[in-house]
């Protein structure tokens, strides 16, 4: 299983009580940013182009911790920046464990084997190790020589630790789906419990803007990576939601599926967009137009989105929506589809490596000094 029976039915009954309520937006997970800053640079992310000042700001545990109550979902992804650079992230992820919350804290890895002492083992905490494929296209895509072997030092070191260990792979224009499949033999042969997958968003501040997928070209790129799936790859990511990555069903975004907190406050509408901020979450749900996104709409700054976290929100929903979602998904979750598909066979053996590197230069770990964590 691809998570914990406890966290699967943590979840499940949380979104049937959402249902029964008749409550009909409702947040999954809340995406917590304590920080902007990062000890990476990589060419196709859309925060840490913030003036120093706001780079050097963090949220406080007690912040976080009223955030999580107020919003109320039963997990907790920590992006960021880099979360191992706030001070006192063993406090704020000890505070989330102890009320329950099942806690992705994502990492580059740069510093978790030498952090790895301040936190615990627990069924609630899982190292969510961003890896965006194997040794050559992880260095680019993060900027950085040495970046993978890092990672995936991290990542054995963790496993070895007793921790649960899932990854995030981000996927851009020039991704070759043989290596990404590659890449995936190499997760789970280092122990992972499991693998996330998503395309990444067209961030208009990222330095590298031509290579970010569009619809077609991800559906075509999914479904070459995601077909004929061999039986030791897990995925964390909800199976309804890689059949819409690989073109096989559509969904709406959602949003408020996966709202997002950061030093702002609440971010409107998305993890993404940035349409002003909200003082409480309560005035996130209701002031927020959300009319105005997803597809449907017409906004431009959603036509080509495809994001886990505007769309796995609303597979979930779908599966708890109806009998027919139900079915679907327990259908998926007993008797796991491999999804063999000829087509995508061929479309792999004929890929042709586009050679698309994003043109950036990478930083040599060697000359550039991590960036010191404070307080520890
Ligand atoms: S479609 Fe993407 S960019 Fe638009 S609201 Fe949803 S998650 Fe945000």
Same mark, same amino acid.
């Given at each position: 299983?691809?998570?914990?029976?406890?966290?699967?039915?943590?979840?499940?009954?949380?979104?049937?009580?959402?249902?029964?309520?008749?409550?009909?937006?409702?947040?999954?997970?809340?995406?917590?940013?304590?920080?902007?800053?990062?000890?990476?640079?990589?060419?196709?992310?859309?925060?840490?182009?913030?003036?120093?000042?706001?780079? $050097?700001?963090?949220?406080?545990?007690?912040?976080?911790?009223?955030?999580?109550?107020?919003?109320?979902?039963?997990?907790?992804?920590?992006?960021?920046?880099?979360?191992?650079?706030?001070?006192?992230?063993?406090?704020?992820?000890?505070?989330?464990?102890?009320?329950?919350?099942?806690?992705?804290?994502?990492?580059?890895?740069?510093?978790?084997?030498? $952090?790895?002492?301040?936190?615990?083992?627990? $069924?609630?905490?899982?190292?969510?190790?961003?890896?965006?494929?194997?040794?050559?296209?992880?260095?680019?895509?993060?900027?950085?020589?040495?970046?993978?072997?890092?990672?995936?030092?991290?990542?054995?070191?963790?496993?070895?630790?007793?921790?649960?260990?899932?990854?995030?792979?981000?996927?851009?224009?020039?991704?070759?789906?043989?290596?990404?499949?590659?890449?995936?033999?190499?997760?789970?042969?280092?122990?992972?419990?499991?693998?996330?997958?998503?395309?990444?968003?067209?961030?208009?501040?990222?330095?590298?803007?031509?290579?970010?997928?569009?619809?077609?070209?991800?559906?075509?790129?999914?479904?070459?990576?995601?077909?004929?799936?061999?039986?030791?790859?897990?995925?964390?990511?909800?199976?309804?939601?890689?059949?819409?990555?690989?073109?096989?069903?559509?969904?709406?975004?959602?949003?408020?599926?996966?709202?997002?907190?950061?030093?702002?406050?609440?971010?409107?509408?998305?993890?993404?967009?940035?349409?002003?901020?909200?003082?409480?979450?309560?005035?996130?749900?209701?002031?927020?137009?959300?009319?105005?996104?997803?597809? $449907?709409?017409?906004?431009?700054?959603?036509?080509?989105?495809?994001?886990?976290?505007?769309?796995?929100?609303?597979?979930?929903?779908?599966?708890?929506?109806?009998?027919?979602?139900?079915?679907?998904?327990?259908?998926?979750?007993?008797?796991?589809?491999?999804?063999?598909?000829?087509?995508?066979?061929?479309?792999?053996?004929?890929?042709?490596?586009?050679?698309?590197?994003?043109?950036?230069?990478?930083?040599?770990?060697?000359?550039?000094?991590?960036?010191?964590?404070?307080?520890?």
């Amino acid at each position: 299983m691809a998570v914990p029976v406890s966290q699967a039915w943590t979840v499940a009954t949380y979104v049937l009580k959402q249902k029964l309520s008749g409550r009909k937006r409702y947040p999954l997970v809340l995406m917590l940013e304590p920080l902007f800053r990062c000890n990476l640079a990589c060419a196709g992310c859309g925060k840490i182009q913030y003036p120093a000042h706001i780079l $050097k700001s963090e949220l406080t545990p007690e912040e976080c911790f009223k955030a999580v109550e107020e919003c109320g979902a039963p997990m907790v992804s920590i992006p960021g920046g880099e979360p191992l650079l706030h001070p006192h992230m063993p406090e704020i992820v000890a505070g989330l464990v102890a009320r329950k919350k099942y806690v992705y804290m994502c990492t580059n890895a740069l510093l978790l084997k030498e $952090k790895l002492h301040f936190f615990k083992p627990s $069924k609630y905490l899982s190292f969510s190790v961003h890896v965006d494929g194997e040794k050559e296209h992880h260095d680019f895509s993060v900027c950085r020589e040495g970046g993978h072997d890092i990672a995936m030092e991290g990542i054995r070191a963790a496993v070895a630790a007793g921790f649960r260990v899932t990854t995030n792979t981000t996927l851009f224009d020039g991704a070759d789906p043989n290596s990404v499949r590659r890449h995936f033999d190499q997760l789970m042969a280092a122990g992972v419990e499991s693998m996330m997958v998503s395309p990444g968003y067209t961030y208009d501040k990222a330095p590298d803007q031509n290579h970010f997928l569009g619809k077609a070209k991800s559906r075509r790129l999914f479904r070459a990576i995601l077909s004929n799936r061999k039986k030791s790859w897990e995925f964390n990511t909800h199976p309804l939601f890689a059949e819409f990555l690989m073109g096989k069903r559509n969904f709406e975004c959602t949003p408020w599926g996966m709202p997002t907190f950061s030093i702002f406050g609440w971010q409107k509408p998305c993890y993404l967009l940035q349409d002003g901020y909200a003082d409480s979450f309560q005035e996130l749900m209701e002031a927020t137009n959300w009319d105005n996104y997803g597809a $449907k709409s017409g906004n431009p700054q959603c036509a080509n989105c495809m994001v886990h976290s505007g769309h796995e929100a609303s597979a979930v929903d779908y599966n708890f929506g109806s009998l027919k979602g139900f079915i679907e998904t327990a259908k998926r979750y007993m008797l796991p589809s491999l999804y063999p598909d000829a087509e995508a066979e061929k479309l792999l053996n004929e890929w042709k490596p586009a050679h698309a590197m994003p043109l950036v230069q990478i930083r040599s770990a060697s000359n550039d000094q991590l960036q010191p964590v404070s307080g520890d």
